[in-house]
């Protein structure tokens, strides 16, 4: 089935330019060449493995995984035996090292459970090791649920900031908000669905002006997206709860200044965890404020 595709492609005429650089090469027998090759997996549709990465699956000589029954799924998918290798965040430095070891030598594989790895995981690790040793590293694009999720939401994509996962506990979870208020571009979260509400709660309090896009199930069944203002997508889903890893996202802050009416509520909120010159730091972030002039304001409204 494969070759059968690949021989389609190659049957296509000559693509005029720009597209005429494109090279598609057609699966081999042909061991690799010894080294790390980062691959990206699907998100959830298997069918939006690429050509390339399936060939170089079935022709390394190991597979790191973070876990061996969901990369196994995948493999028996597409009908590869390739022996899988558990490689993930509690993997320690002494299992680093003899992987790195073996690049000499082997074909290493490096995935994820779903989509591109390293993004919001420890394995650049891996690949610092790797590339400090002399290991050649070949990178194999594909799917990332953050492009897609920016994709679906209608947000402004000419500048944009991935954020990672939203911490669990609530001051944390504020202060990641906080740091990135006003960063101009539209901010990207990965979240999960328990906790989903809370951090749209959270948001429609520090951001209640901005333009909120949840992506949830991508590539799957039941895809959707949902935008608005985070308090409204907070009673929505709480009212019908989400499941799974989500992507959220947060439109660039307007160029309106924030008014001192609303600076007052943004230090009123943060003196309740925080001292004076804690709080006159957190929103002088999120509002371009001056820290000296809210500090002064942060002790008024504390009565000090």
Same mark, same amino acid.
């Given at each position: 089935?494969?070759?059968?595709?690949?021989? %389609?492609?190659?049957?296509?005429?000559?693509?005029?330019?720009?597209?005429?650089?494109?090279?598609?090469?057609?699966?081999?027998?042909? =061991?690799?060449?010894?080294?790390?090759?980062?691959? =990206?997996?699907?998100?959830?549709?298997?069918?939006?493995?690429?050509?390339?990465?399936?060939?170089?699956? /079935?022709?390394?000589? &190991?597979?790191?995984?973070?876990?061996?029954?969901?990369?196994?799924?995948?493999?028996?998918?597409?009908?590869?035996?390739?022996?899988?290798?558990? @490689?993930?965040?509690?993997?320690?430095?002494?299992?680093?090292? /003899?992987?790195?070891?073996? *690049?000499?030598?082997?074909?290493?594989?490096?995935?994820?459970?779903? #989509?591109?790895?390293?993004?919001?995981?420890?394995?650049?690790?891996?690949?610092?090791? &790797?590339?400090? &040793?002399?290991?050649?590293?070949?990178?194999? $694009?594909?799917?990332?649920?953050?492009?897609?999720?920016?994709?679906l939401s209608g947000l402004p994509n000419d500048r944009f900031l991935f954020a990672g996962f939203i911490p669990n506990?609530?001051?944390?979870?504020?202060?990641? %908000?906080?740091?990135?208020?006003?960063?101009?571009?539209?901010?990207? %979260? @990965?979240?999960?669905? $328990?906790?989903?509400?809370?951090?749209?709660?959270?948001?429609?309090?520090?951001?209640?002006?901005? *333009?909120?896009?949840?992506?949830?199930?991508?590539?799957?069944?039941?895809?959707?997206?949902?935008?608005?203002?985070?308090? /409204?997508?907070?009673?929505?889903?709480?009212?019908?709860? =989400?499941? #799974?890893?989500?992507?959220? *996202?947060? =439109?660039? $802050?307007?160029?309106?200044?924030?008014?001192?009416?609303?600076?007052?509520?943004?230090?009123?909120?943060?003196?309740?965890?925080? +001292?004076?010159?804690?709080?006159?730091?957190?929103?002088?972030? &999120?509002? #371009?404020?001056?820290? +000296?002039?809210?500090?002064?304001?942060?002790?008024?409204?504390?009565?000090?």
């Amino acid at each position: 089935m494969l070759v059968n595709l690949i021989r %389609f492609i190659l049957a296509v005429p000559t693509l005029p330019s720009p597209l005429a650089f494109l090279v598609i090469s057609e699966p081999t027998l042909e =061991a690799l060449l010894p080294g790390l090759y980062i691959v =990206a997996t699907p998100i959830g549709n298997l069918g939006d493995i690429t050509v390339r990465a399936a060939d170089i699956l /079935r022709r390394c000589d &190991a597979v790191a995984c973070e876990d061996t029954r969901v990369t196994g799924k995948l493999t028996k998918h597409l009908g590869i035996s390739t022996k899988l290798i558990r @490689y993930n965040d509690h993997s320690g430095e002494r299992e680093r090292v /003899r992987l790195v070891e073996s *690049m000499h030598s082997q074909a290493i594989a490096l995935v994820s459970d779903a #989509g591109t790895p390293l993004i919001s995981d420890p394995g650049y690790r891996l690949v610092r090791d &790797a590339r400090d &040793a002399g290991v050649a590293v070949t990178t194999l $694009p594909g799917a990332c649920a953050a492009i897609a999720g920016l994709t679906l939401s209608g947000l402004p994509n000419d500048r944009f900031l991935f954020a990672g996962f939203i911490p669990n506990k609530d001051k944390a979870r504020r202060e990641a %908000f906080l740091d990135v208020a006003q960063v101009d571009a539209t901010l990207i %979260f @990965y979240e999960t669905g $328990p906790r989903l509400v809370k951090s749209l709660e959270a948001l429609s309090e520090l951001l209640p002006d901005r *333009m909120v896009s949840v992506a949830r199930e991508i590539t799957k069944l039941h895809e959707e997206c949902r935008s608005g203002p985070a308090a /409204r997508l907070a009673d929505h889903y709480t009212d019908y709860p =989400a499941k #799974g890893e989500i992507v959220l *996202m947060v =439109a660039p $802050p307007a160029e309106l200044e924030t008014s001192d009416d609303d600076v007052d509520l943004l230090l009123k909120d943060a003196l309740k965890t925080d +001292k004076a010159s804690q709080a006159a730091g957190k929103v002088a972030k &999120a509002t #371009g404020r001056d820290r +000296k002039q809210l500090y002064a304001r942060a002790m008024e409204i504390r009565g000090e």
